[in-house]
Antibody, heavy 129, light 107 residues
């Protein structure tokens, strides 16, 4: 059974960098046809897709966060990671990792995806001095 | 970005009730829509994808319908474990976006 587990600091100072890792068990980040994504949730912004990465390193990012986001994948460790730079209080929230199928078609903004499943349990990140 | 508006935002219902939640998209998204259930303190759980396909292991009392801009999630007979918040997600265009949620509470 595929399981995902987020890890990383629960407290980050404003203007610093948030760094999270998702460890996959019961499956492989090197799997064909599946992407690995990050979604965050906060009371003010609801659920927000951050971005997704394939084992080849191909990425799709939310344009609103693209300038601050870097994602990477380590197939030898069966992990993938999120880096979010220059954080502010607005980046406070619960961060989830999840798997989703490779989009059917992705070009010029149109990107036909299917679903996110399973999800990790989530990790709370607070941005505060 | 495609906006998803769920209605109602909150509903109060009894065990055994039939419940319908609507998700409206700001532009046509074909059938690229998923529904999730989230219980307090837990991650979202996939219920339905491609607007109407039931995820494996999800009870058949859950069903989805719609295409284009209007979609519905129906629970045919509400069970105690169904009291939760439900979200729709469009996967037609990046950024993939979510509705604001519908909280289903016990009457």
């Amino acid at each position: 059974q595929l399981q995902l587990q987020e890890s990383g600091p629960g407290l980050v100072k404003p203007s610093e960098t948030l760094s999270l890792t998702c460890t996959v068990s019961g499956g492989s980040t090197g799997s064909l046809n599946f992407y690995w994504g990050w979604v965050r949730q906060s009371p003010g912004r609801g659920l927000e897709w951050i971005g997704s990465i394939y084992f080849t390193g191909n990425t799709y990012y939310n344009p609103s966060l693209k300038s601050r986001v870097t994602m990477s994948v380590d197939t030898s460790e069966n992990q993938f990671s999120l880096i979010l730079s220059s954080v502010t209080a607005a980046d406070t929230g619960v961060y989830y990792c999840a798997r989703h199928p490779e989009p059917l078609y992705c070009r010029l903004g149109t990107c036909y995806g299917w679903w996110f499943d399973p999800w990790g349990q989530g990790t709370l990140v607070t941005v505060s001095s | 970005d495609i906006q998803l508006t769920q209605s109602p935002s909150f509903l109060s219902a009894s065990v055994g009730d039939r419940v319908t939640i609507t998700c409206r998209a700001s532009q046509a998204i074909s059938s690229y829509l998923a529904w999730y259930q989230q219980r307090p303190g837990k991650a979202p759980k996939l219920l339905i994808y491609a607007a109407s396909t039931l995820q494996s292991g999800v009870p058949s009392r859950f069903s989805g319908s719609g295409s284009g801009t209007e979609f519905t999630l129906t629970i045919s007979s509400l069970q105690p474990e169904d009291f939760a918040t439900y979200y729709c997600q469009q996967l037609n265009s990046i950024p993939w976006t979510f509705g604001q949620g519908t909280k289903v509470e016990i009457k």
